[in-house]
């Protein structure tokens, strides 16, 4: 026996629609399902979509997704959601499910179905790919690498999660924590002697870069190097003032000797008396006299052995040369402003 509704139907598990089937001698139709494309997908996470697009003879039970890496969601590395709460189950009726703990970068599969006592409503399956994965999270586990940085800006040993072996990579024990200071000398090229007001050339734009390195000159605009004229004369002799030489506003041997130096190339010499003072006055082979003392005395201090007889000898004479030739003097033998003008720089 049964209780009869208000159709006079028996009222059970079966409704009105299914005994009509069955008295048709149909097949009692399940529900149906349609897959929607997810919606939000992130590197860990998505939203699937389906609806209940028709509630079959006795009326869909639960709902829900199969979804997956595997394209005919199949085998173990398939889930199921299931639903029968929430949003009623009636034909049309939309229903979601969020996923969490997905992997960044990945293709997942998913299916919407609609289940009742008369069988299952498939949808179509549909695809999604999760947002690929950054730069700290691109590691077998998708554990962030981390760096530690001291408070002096040095690079302190780098921690690295558990890499793929394919990769190669392996924590670093032995960072590099300083760099080592590169410091770079530049230098003019040699200038050579006996440029003067009416020179042109490579040598005379030389000797302006020079000048203008010390601060001496300023090229006028639109004037370009490689001319000696007035405006280079006088920023030679003012460097020459500068260095204790006589301002002749020519490069000579002292000028030339003093820009080497000056471009740190520097004359060295052997360490002059400082406890006589110059000669004052021009000497020569067969002077004599307090000034040829004073001169054998700068001689000696520089590395000769002459005897300070106060005669200006063949010997002294031989030194003078011998002196002249080693700090880029003519060697004349003979004792005169150049010669002097040294001594007193040196």
Request: proline share 6%.
């Amino acid at each position: 026996m049964c209780a009869s509704n208000s159709t006079g139907w028996c009222a059970g598990s079966k409704t009105l629609t299914s005994y009509i089937w069955e008295y048709l001698g149909n097949a009692t139709p399940g529900p149906t399902a349609s897959t929607q494309a997810a919606s939000s997908p992130s590197q860990t996470s998505a939203t699937l979509n389906g609806t209940v697009t028709d509630m079959g003879a006795a009326g869909a039970a639960v709902r829900g997704f199969a979804w997956g890496t595997s394209a005919n969601l199949s085998g173990g590395d398939t889930a199921t959601t299931t639903d029968s709460s929430g949003t009623p189950l009636g034909t049309g009726a939309t229903f979601t499910s969020s996923l969490s703990s997905l992997s960044c970068g990945t293709t997942y599969y998913s299916r919407a179905y609609a289940s009742s006592t008369y069988g299952d409503g498939l949808g179509t399956t549909q695809s999604f790919t999760t947002s690929a994965c950054s730069s700290q999270n691109n590691n077998n586990n998708n554990t962030p690498i981390t760096s530690n940085t001291t408070s002096s800006g040095s690079i302190a040993p780098i921690t690295i999660g558990s890499f793929h072996p394919d990769l190669l990579l392996n924590p670093i024990t032995n960072p590099v924590t300083t760099v080592p200071t590169l410091t770079l000398r530049l230098q003019t090229p040699a200038i050579p002697r006996g440029l003067r007001q009416g020179s042109v050339g490579s040598d005379v734009t030389n000797l302006q870069s020079f000048l203008e390195e010390k601060g001496l000159l300023t090229m006028p605009r639109g004037v370009a190097k490689g001319t000696f004229g007035p405006l280079t004369k006088t920023a030679l002799m003012t460097y020459q003032r500068s260095q204790g030489l006589d301002q002749t506003g020519a490069v000579g041997p002292l000028t030339e000797a003093a820009i080497t130096a000056g471009q740190g190339t520097p004359v060295t010499s052997a360490p002059l008396s400082t406890t006589s003072s110059v000669p004052t006055q021009n000497l020569s082979l067969h002077a004599s006299g307090a000034s040829v003392t004073q001169l054998q005395q700068f001689l000696n201090a520089s590395g000769a052995t002459l005897p300070t007889t106060g005669y200006f000898g063949l010997q002294t004479y031989t030194a003078l040369v011998t002196f002249q030739r080693a700090h880029n003097l003519p060697a004349t033998g003979y004792y005169g402003p150049m010669t002097r003008a040294y001594l007193k720089t040196h």
